[in-house]
């Protein structure tokens, strides 16, 4: 009679409660938010039968020399670790490298927008062929520096629906000093409608508010822009 081994039990990540998993919780909450272990472990992406990969994540972290560590680490060193196999390593060693390239990118390579022509530079060769009106912002640090873009909404033919909540809550996030707003018309003219005026005083009392300047709001239509900064209607 064969008797076979006893089965091993472990607590993977897909055994944790929805709340406790790290790219769920990732999704809910944001990077910015996550332990860097959560973040180790979903760059790792899957433990074994021994171990789940927050449980390999953190005995990484765990060593005397901590991120600094395995920062420094070859991909060979990384594979010494129990439970790391060339594919664990090499994904480590992947975002670490891209993490370092990522952090010597100095604002010099960082639009800067000194006049409404620096801004159309940005957005009009795309936003000109776009068959809806898109309500965009160009987020910027105190330097005038680009920080993000980033499509708020999109709307109909002719219209797009913009509130203060949505154009605002990136640019908090990302603690940017000021904006410029930019949408198109796929008419095609770049003439300020009432309600563009409207939106844009709007915008520029809750930026007011919120401590973040509406620097201009550019209308894109055709090969054209008008910047509203420009023409005094702001």
Avoid: W
Wanted: proline fraction near 6%.
């Amino acid at each position: 009679m064969n008797i076979s081994s006893p089965v091993k039990y472990s607590c993977t990540i897909k055994d944790l409660p929805l709340e406790l998993r790290p790219r769920e919780r990732l999704i809910s909450l944001g990077a910015d938010v996550m332990p860097t272990s959560e973040l180790l472990a979903i760059i790792i992406g899957s433990g074994s039968r021994d171990e789940s990969a927050i449980s390999l994540a953190q005995r990484l972290l765990g060593k005397p020399g901590g991120l600094g560590e395995l920062i420094n680490a070859t991909v060979e060193e990384i594979q010494l670790e129990k439970g790391v196999g060339p594919a664990k390593a090499c994904q480590i060693k992947a975002a670490i490298e891209l993490a370092k390239r990522i952090n010597t990118l100095s604002g010099e390579h960082r639009p800067v927008i000194r006049s409404p022509q620096d801004a159309a530079a940005l957005v009009v060769e795309e936003m000109r062929y776009l068959d809806r009106e898109h309500f965009r912002t160009l987020m910027l640090n105190t330097k005038n520096q680009v920080i993000a873009m980033e499509t708020v909404s999109i709307g109909s033919l002719n219209s797009s629906i913009v509130h203060p909540r949505e154009v605002f809550k990136s640019p908090l996030k990302k603690s940017a000093a000021a904006l410029v707003l930019v949408h198109n018309h796929p008419s095609g003219d770049p003439s300020p409608s009432p309600e563009d005026i409207a939106v844009t005083k709007r915008l520029i009392e809750c930026g007011q508010l919120l401590g973040i300047e509406v620097l201009d709001h550019l209308i894109v239509g055709g090969k054209r822009f008008l910047s509203l900064k420009e023409k005094g209607m702001m």
